[in-house]
């Protein structure tokens, strides 16, 4: 038998050892605490619960009407606005006392047309509609809403067609809500009906975004709590176009006048405004003609800023304007950049241009 070496027997004593060691601990675990291995949780869902994917969250409509910041309960609808003549053949115009805000602004031979911006009330008869001009975009685009006219050059439709922020509203095109009264001559006899328009709203388009700032109330107003008292705002818009405004504190509002004559609805009723805005803006040539050749023009507003008159209250007070882009609305600041309000009520912008325009107050 062959004799085992030292190193192999050192060897095996070690192994032994090892072996001893491990059943000692093994042996050992029946009476000290063992620190169980971390597991990972296990989520269950309740089967029976299912997520409703249908549900659609109800629209939050403002408290206040957005273009007068009247408070009522305000209607989950577009702003509708229509191109309104202004010559003397389209004089007295049908709905415009209703309107929200009018646009007053100055198109080719220097006559002034209007749009006007129907939300808060619908009236049932509209007009004389006219045709569209290209400073309407950066007018109506803010709006998210309708805009309806009768009549346009063709370069104007293709301009207006680009927006993604209107729907057009075209006699020429066939679209519904106009026709043709008996008691007016073409082409100042057509006219329409805002319910008739809102019925061809496309779905989704809902009520618009505050487009002035307004005060809680009258005496809160900018003009009221800062301006100087005031009791006319003459215009001299062009050779064509002079309008007026003069305070009735029996009226509480500002009433117009058209070439020193009451301006008057179909209706009877002396137009009148709770703030009357004048902007003065860059008068530019659109690139498009009129009969003979005569130049359409445009305002420069989008993208610019300029001086402004805010009449309100029986006061007014110098302002200033801005307007971000073409779908921005217009923002009204006082001269030393503090946001302006305007009181509750309808309001009349007047677009006057700065190189040949001019307004006086008394």
């Known amino acids: 038998m062959q004799k085992k070496t030292a190193t192999a027997r050192s060897r095996q004593a070690a192994v032994a050892m090892i072996l001893a060691s491990v059943l000692t601990l093994t042996a050992c675990t029946g009476d000290e605490e063992v620190t169980p291995a971390p597991t990972t949780p296990t989520v269950t869902t309740d089967a029976t619960v299912e ?28 702003a509708v606005a229509v191109k309104i003549e202004n010559t003397s053949a389209a004089r007295p115009q049908s709905g415009l006392e209703d309107a929200d805000v009018v646009w007053e602004t100055i198109v ?68 519904g ?66 309008p007026s405004w003069t305070w009735s504190a029996d009226h509480d509002a500002w009433l117009r006048f058209e070439n020193g004559a009451k301006h008057s609805s179909a209706a009877g009723k002396q137009l009148k405004a709770t703030n009357v805005v004048v902007i003065e803006a860059k008068q530019v040539d659109s690139g498009m ?8 023009p445009d305002y420069k507003l989008a993208g610019e800023r300029g001086k402004a008159l805010v009449a309100t209250g029986g006061k007014t007070i110098e302002a200033r304007w801005a307007k971000g882009g073409s779908a921005k609305p217009m923002r009204l600041e ?29």
Do not use: C
């Open 289 to 296: 003609d009129a009969q003979g050749g005569a130049m359409v």
């Open 108 to 175: 080719e031979f220097e006559v002034s047309r209007f749009i006007a911006v129907f939300h808060s009330k619908t009236p049932d008869e509209i007009g004389p509609v006219r045709s569209a001009r290209p400073m309407d975009i950066a007018i109506v685009e803010p709006l998210d809403g309708l805009f309806a006219f009768s009549g346009a050059q063709s370069r104007m439709v293709t301009r207006l067609g680009r927006s993604e922020h209107l729907q057009l509203i075209s006699n020429d095109a066939g679209d």
């Open 177 to 242: 809500g106009m026709y043709r009264v008996r008691t007016r001559a073409a082409p100042h006899n057509v006219y329409a009906s805002v319910d008739t328009f809102l019925k061809e709203a496309k779905d989704g388009l809902g009520a618009p975004a505050e487009q002035f700032a307004f005060a809680g109330s009258l005496d809160e107003a900018t003009a009221v709590t800062d301006g100087a008292e005031t009791g006319s705002v003459s215009l001299r818009m062009s050779a064509a176009a002079r």
């Open 51 to 78: 997520p409703d994917k249908t549900a659609v969250p109800e629209p939050v409509l403002p408290t206040t009407w957005p273009l007068t910041g009247v408070e009522a309960e305000v209607a989950d609808r577009p």
């Open 334 to 362: 006082t001269v030393d950049g503090e946001p302006l309000t305007l009181a509750p009520g309808n309001t009349w912008v007047e677009l006057v241009p700065s190189q040949s325009g001019s307004y006086s107050v008394d």
